[in-house]
């Protein structure tokens, strides 16, 4: 001790060395004290410890133990959120099989030239017949105004619907995105039009939400984005319009991808590397169950804006993470990597403590090698 603070009056770096039940272990690099040019220089070191995290440090605080299981548990759950909301899509935007352009008195001959005519009658007198496909999806047939007689062979117009379009029965939702607002016909582009918002927004937020990910950390950026995403989801509920609900699915589309990308990457950092493709598997059967739920959910809630509310509320129980920390800590790994040691150190020994291992640490100098120009090198050794 007495040597290091002679070789290094100005700066000194401090490890933290672990014993686990009074055996002797790694020395993790864990807090410095109040050092300007080490303070500067922490980068190089933190990079060479998260190297070595997975082989000496993880171990030593229980590996992939109890705790770590648990919040792998809880890391699994905003997948299922993010499933129910990024597939009812599909059921939002069904086109149901058959529909046809509602009849207008307007372009029909008059009353008493028709006589009493069954539905169907009624129907090939007012929608054209198409050979193959049933009735004409987009148009009606218009009879001359000044008609004194009717007979099947009287020329008749073409004319697009006037009066909107009638349904059949759709499978799912009785009433979605399509048959509210007839996006049918002439108004079909606005159905890829949404799936298009959609996924840009959920590709705008792999980019943007992934950086500040790596910014903010991954409980910070899970906890915004899942509130920012159940309040889009409500918004989306409550919009009117068929211009204002592909906005807002844009806006939560990238939200989602925040909840998505935070959640796999803390999920990962948690994992030892023999675990990791096992819980990445599991959290896709998370996605395929919130999958298979979706056609029941359609067909109880029969109205677009209830789906759009029973997807939400996934996101909304997310927030009591907010609450209970310990369901979804930040990553040890990424506050190293960001030279917060002294919630490194915290986040370590509360791994360690919930994997019920036997820890106490204590402050050792570390073996510091100073160059010419002030760099301070720090090794990681039992």
Known sequence: MNRLAQMNQTSMCYLVSVSVCGQPSVSSFLSTSGCNVCEKQLFPSIRILVMEFETKIYPQIGGYGRYNRIITLFSWFPNFAVSLNLFSDVFFTLIPESYHCKPDLALLPPSSLLGNLSRQAYLNLTVPWLKGSGFSHCELYKY?????????????????????????????????????????????????????????????????????????????????????????????????????????????????????????????????????????????????????????????????????AVATLPLLLLLSYWCCASVFPESPRWLMATSQIRQAKKCLQSFSARNGMCVSDELYPAETLLSGKNLCLTHISY
């Open 144 to 308: 001359p105004l000044n008609m004194s007689n009717y007979t099947e062979s009287v020329p008749r117009d073409v004319v697009p619907c006037t009066r909107g379009w009638e349904y059949g029965k759709p499978a799912g939702l009785q009433n979605n995105l399509v048959t509210e607002w007839d996006l049918v016909c002439a108004n079909y582009w606005k159905i890829p039009l949404q799936h298009i918002c959609f996924m840009t927004g959920w590709t705008l937020g792999y980019i943007l939400l992934g950086t500040i990910c790596d910014w903010l950390g991954r409980r910070c950026v899970l906890l915004l984005s899942v509130l920012l995403s159940g309040l889009l989801g409500i918004m989306s509920c409550l919009s009117n319009s068929p211009s204002a609900f592909p906005f807002f699915r844009l806006c939560q589309g990238s939200t989602l991808a925040g909840v998505f990308l935070s959640s796999y990457i803390a999920r990962l950092e948690w994992c030892d590397p023999p675990h990791r493709l096992m819980v990445s598997m599991v959290s896709g059967f998370f996605a395929v169950f919130a999958e298979l739920l979706l056609p029941g959910f359609a067909v109880l809630c029969r109205d677009w804006p209830v789906l759009q």
